[in-house]
């Protein structure tokens, strides 16, 4: 059974299938090949809130790496994950500020786990075989 992930923030963005990309101060037990069911909120549901699953994922990787290297590298690193994570055109410092510093106490320069994946409801990639 697939574990659940909430995704309230972004909830238009995983509806579009524009978000592929989440960052998570835990979740480090992830691997390639597991699945995930997105929904809008997980914990903190009142009794009679129901559970609103949205998508559907596989997870592509799973690699731990530095908040701040969202803002730090200088090659448009932090705007195209701002893009995969669901906020286009948001500064990456901003998200990194408001998103885990100010809501979780993550400290800048702290690791986090990046998650990537793919919707399970679009075709699977071809591997690669070119000799």
Request: glycine share 6%; aromatic share 10%; net charge neutral.
């Amino acid at each position: 059974m697939p574990r659940l992930m909430s995704v309230a923030f972004t909830e238009d963005a995983v509806r579009n299938r524009t978000k592929t990309v989440t960052r998570r101060k835990g979740w480090q037990f992830l691997k390639p090949g597991d699945r995930l069911t997105l929904c809008r909120k997980v914990m903190g549901r009142k009794p009679d809130e129901p559970l609103v699953r949205i998508a559907e994922v596989e997870v592509v990787t799973v690699v731990r790496e530095r908040l701040d290297l969202l803002v730090l590298w200088f090659d448009g690193y932090g705007a195209r994950e701002m893009a995969k994570e669901g906020f286009p055109g948001m500064d990456p410092a901003e998200f990194v500020e408001r998103f885990f510093v100010e809501a979780q106490g993550i400290g800048h320069s702290d690791t986090v786990t990046r998650i990537e994946w793919r919707y399970l409801d679009e075709a699977a990639p071809l591997p690669d075989t070119a000799p």
